[in-house]
């Protein structure tokens, strides 16, 4: 689709996960194919700004579901959120944006506690 791929192959690549992070996902999954809420509040803009000096790649497990790939190109071209990308496969990236992550410090320890009680953004 050539509005995804409108960005410099020589830029570094900067992962936006799809759920949680552009998508607002407040209603949850209804299945890869169904998009039903709007974006993230000022996230257009964010990666607007963000391709002016990054590759920006979406990311997500929708990807691995029939229809997923096109179900997330169409809401974001709907929605005129413009990204270089949309793979169910993690390309190298100088970093990642997800809302289900816990950033790695170098210590192991503790892990497991991180882990346990960890809460996305949105749910805490």
């Known amino acids: 689709m050539k509005r995804m791929r409108g960005g410099n192959m020589s830029k570094q690549t900067v992962i936006f996960d799809f ?6 996902y407040s209603s949850r999954w209804k299945g890869a194919t169904i998009i039903p ?4 509040p000022g996230i257009k803009e964010a990666i607007a700004e963000i391709r002016q000096h990054y590759r920006v790649v979406v990311v997500s ?3 691995y579901y029939d229809g997923g790939i096109e ?17 169910g496969e993690k390309p190298p990236a100088v970093v ?3 809302d289900r992550a816990i950033t790695f410090d ?15 953004w949105n749910k805490q």
């Open 61 to 63: 497990s929708r990807c």
């Open 19 to 24: 759920d949680g992070v552009i998508h607002s």
């Open 71 to 87: 179900a997330i190109r169409k809401w974001l071209t709907e929605e005129d959120i413009i990204v270089d990308d949309v793979t």
């Open 106 to 120: 170098g210590n192991p320890k503790g892990l497991l506690d991180k882990i346990k009680v960890f809460k996305p």
């Open 96 to 98: 990642i944006i997800d």
């Open 37 to 40: 809420d709007r974006p993230v």
